[in-house]
């Protein structure tokens, strides 16, 4: 399995699974449940959209290279100062993060940490299980009312 790695933390808090089939069609409902999600969990709405747009970034490379009939799984854990998300999809190429590096830019640019794994081709299921994980950090500025800040650059 290739990967590229940075230390991310264990998941805790709480977790919500969203499964859609592997469509264009689909990535609006998925970047509405995670905008919503994060809004629900208490994160300001800035965080909210650019955790919105890190999902709809990993998402769409996967529904682009998705092989027939598949779905993408997000996984979102946060807890009150990190969102932890796992998008996985089944992809007919193994080069799928190469090939997004726009995407990928965007991704590292909106998250505290990104990585991705990706698995041999497996037969049973036709295609390269690919995996993208970032994790999204609140953080707290020195200002007089300790007013909320992005993650750190």
Same mark, same amino acid.
């Given at each position: 399995?290739?990967?590229?790695?940075?230390?991310?933390?264990?998941?805790?808090?709480?977790?919500?699974?969203?499964? +859609?089939?592997? /469509?264009?069609?689909? &990535?609006?409902?998925? @970047?509405?449940?995670? #905008?919503?999600?994060? *809004?629900?969990?208490?994160?300001?709405?800035?965080?909210?959209?650019?955790?919105?747009?890190?999902?709809?970034?990993?998402?769409?490379?996967?529904?682009?290279?998705?092989?027939?009939?598949?779905?993408?799984?997000?996984?979102?854990?946060?807890?009150?100062?990190? +969102?932890?998300? /796992?998008?996985?999809? &089944?992809?007919?190429? @193994?080069?799928?993060? #190469?090939?997004?590096? *726009?995407?990928?830019?965007?991704?590292?640019?909106?998250?505290?940490?990104?990585?991705?794994?990706?698995?041999?081709?497996?037969?049973?299921?036709?295609?390269?299980?690919?995996?993208?994980?970032?994790?999204?950090?609140?953080?707290?500025?020195?200002?007089?009312?300790?007013?909320?800040?992005?993650?750190?650059?």
């Amino acid at each position: 399995m290739d990967s590229a790695r940075s230390d991310l933390p264990a998941r805790t808090g709480s977790t919500v699974g969203i499964r +859609v089939a592997a /469509q264009p069609g689909q &990535l609006m409902m998925l @970047r509405a449940l995670t #905008e919503t999600l994060a *809004l629900v969990a208490g994160f300001p709405i800035d965080g909210a959209v650019d955790i919105r747009l890190a999902v709809d970034e990993a998402a769409t490379a996967l529904v682009l290279d998705a092989t027939p009939a598949t779905s993408i799984d997000c996984v979102v854990d946060y807890d009150d100062t990190h +969102v932890f998300v /796992q998008v996985s999809g &089944l992809c007919a190429s @193994r080069n799928v993060v #190469e090939r997004a590096r *726009l995407g990928w830019h965007v991704l590292r640019t909106l998250t505290t940490s990104v990585t991705f794994d990706r698995a041999d081709y497996d037969p049973a299921r036709g295609g390269y299980p690919i995996t993208v994980r970032f994790l999204w950090s609140r953080i707290r500025t020195g200002g007089p009312n300790g007013s909320e800040g992005r993650r750190p650059h």
